[in-house]
């Protein structure tokens, strides 16, 4: 394939740039307009940039608010693994053991899509008492559905002929798992842990709220009844951060580990 001209490298970047402008100018512009909002109301209704961006701040650097912050992060973490695994365990119970499909997309899958998240809150409560394995236990009852699915259908694009290349190569199903499935699965458990980890952050204040004496939806709670709108505030940008950085730093790298390998039946 040939080079590409100068002038389409040209345009290219400049089309690259234009878009990082645009999407920087527009977070100036709603803070200008935040800013401009803040100054006609009161703090309490809505508080201005730099008072949100020192509770924001706190919430990374005072020792008593980062241990919240750190609480929320450590039971995301352990809940987005825990719906991992077990969405997973069950997605492939159904593939390995086609007698529980039934049970487990016509039962299982639907009973857990619909289940009301506060249903899961009160819940939890009731049988783990205000504690961190109440707030886990939410998390991951509703972060389960959408792993089963998303490694379901997973499951679902393989290649048949493909495997079927695989087989002729070896009886061994742990190792066709290994070589052959695991890599073409691989992107889908990613995407799967990727949009939990979304989901998680907003069940967790609901599950911190209820559940827990710690954690940013603890502090959300307390600044709510304290009327400390810029830390409410704080709190819900704390968790667009996190998520932020979470997205860049862990899932980004993961979800590349095998885009440039081609995957080979080499079993």
Known sequence: MPAPSESESTRTERFRVLDHALGD????AALIAWYIYSTKV???IFPPPVAVGKALAGLFSDPVLLVHTLSSVARVVAA????TVL???LALLSYYWPITRDIVHSRIKPFLLSFPSIGWALLAIVWFDISNAAVIFVQVAVLLPFC???????????DGEFLEMANSFTRSNPRT?????WPLLYPFVIAAMRMSSGVAWKIALIAEVFGSRSGLG?????AEETADTPMIFATCLAIVVLFALGDRFIFEPLSRVY???PVAPRV
């Open 259 to 261: 885009r440039a390998q």
């Open 80 to 83: 987005v693994i825990v719906a």
């Open 148 to 158: 089963l699915v998303n490694v379901s259908e997973g499951l679902r694009e393989l």
């Open 218 to 222: 603890h502090l959300m709670y307390q």
């Open 25 to 28: 100018g527009m977070i100036v």
């Open 177 to 181: 798992f290994r070589k052959v499935i």
């Open 42 to 44: 009161p703090e309490y």
């Open 87 to 89: 969405g997973s365990a």
